[in-house]
């Protein structure tokens, strides 16, 4: 189809024709006029929506300093704040979607939730269903040595559709947090912004010995993670070609 042609579609038509797009092509498309702004931009939303009400979403943390040398799992709940509703047909829409800038076309906001699994990742992929009762905690026991000057870290985020027995891994990445301090929190940056997540490190007291001829001196660290933002259009596109 020609692009006249998709212009002179009825409104409805041609979101039919944007579901169909992928998502770096609605991208493309918001640069061609500000009426295939709203309309790519109201196509995005309802894809990332459609995944929502379709599926659970999970995120994956694991360091190899961790305590027990386990991968945690945990419950992902997406923040949205909904406007009023107006059609995309109308032609009100048009400025009302291109003119408020507002991020959360763009980025989707997550919520960390309880612990759902675990697993140790040199024997298993698939994550154990955690029975414990203090699931509601963020916080991960890293034991770190003197001589470390860095706490290695590994994020995953999955969706598990109904029809799945098992979630999906939508995208991976590796990052490392200098140990330093007493304590100190931030926000972790990947992908030039693509995913950014809130952290709390806290550094606890020395290890006690584990044997007479221990000399190792190994340090409690807490990290804590409370929320993290996704890019919209990362999202939708990660999830494409984990397919």
């Given at each position: 189809?020609s ?9 409805e038509?041609?979101l039919e024709v944007?579901?169909?797009?992928d ?6 498309l ?5 009426e295939?702004?709203?309309l790519?931009?109201y196509?995005?939303r309802a ?8 599926g659970?979403?999970?995120?994956s ?5 961790h305590?027990?040398?386990h ?5 992902a ?7 009023a509703?107006i059609?995309p ?5 048009y400025?009302?979607?291109?003119s408020s ?15 759902n699994?675990?697993?140790?990742p ?5 994550f ?5 009762d203090?699931?509601?905690t963020h ?6 040595g003197e ?10 985020m ?10 999906l891994?939508?995208?991976c ?6 140990a330093?301090?007493s ?6 940056d990947?992908c030039?912004?693509?995913?950014r ?5 806290i550094k ?8 007479p001829?221990?000399?190792e001196?190994?340090f409690?660290y807490?990290?804590?993670f409370?929320s993290?933002?996704?890019n ?6 990660m ?5």
């Open positions: 189809m692009f006249d042609n998709f212009q002179s579609l009825p409104k038509l041609q944007l579901e169909q797009c998502p770096l092509i609605l991208l493309q918001q640069r061609v006029s500000r295939l702004e709203s790519s931009i196509s995005i894809k990332l929506l459609k995944l929502l009400y379709e659970d979403f999970y995120i943390i694991f360091s190899p300093q305590e027990e040398m991968a945690e799992l945990y419950d709940k997406c923040v949205v704040k909904e406007k509703k059609s047909t109308s032609k009100s829409a400025l009302f979607e291109t800038r507002n991020t959360s076309h763009y980025v989707s906001f997550f919520e960390i939730g309880d612990l699994g675990s697993r140790d040199l024997r298993s992929e698939v154990d269903k955690y029975e414990g203090d699931g509601h916080k991960i026991h890293l034991l770190v001589d470390s000057k860095y706490i290695q870290l590994h994020f995953g999955y969706l598990k559709m109904e029809r799945d027995e098992i979630p891994r939508i995208f990445m590796d990052t490392r947090l200098k330093t301090g304590q100190g929190e931030g926000v972790l990947f030039n912004g693509m995913f997540i809130k952290y709390k490190l606890g007291e020395e290890l006690p010995p584990r044997g001829y221990d000399y001196v190994v409690n807490f990290i804590e409370s993290f933002e996704v919209n259009l990362y999202l939708l596109n999830y494409k070609d984990s397919h």
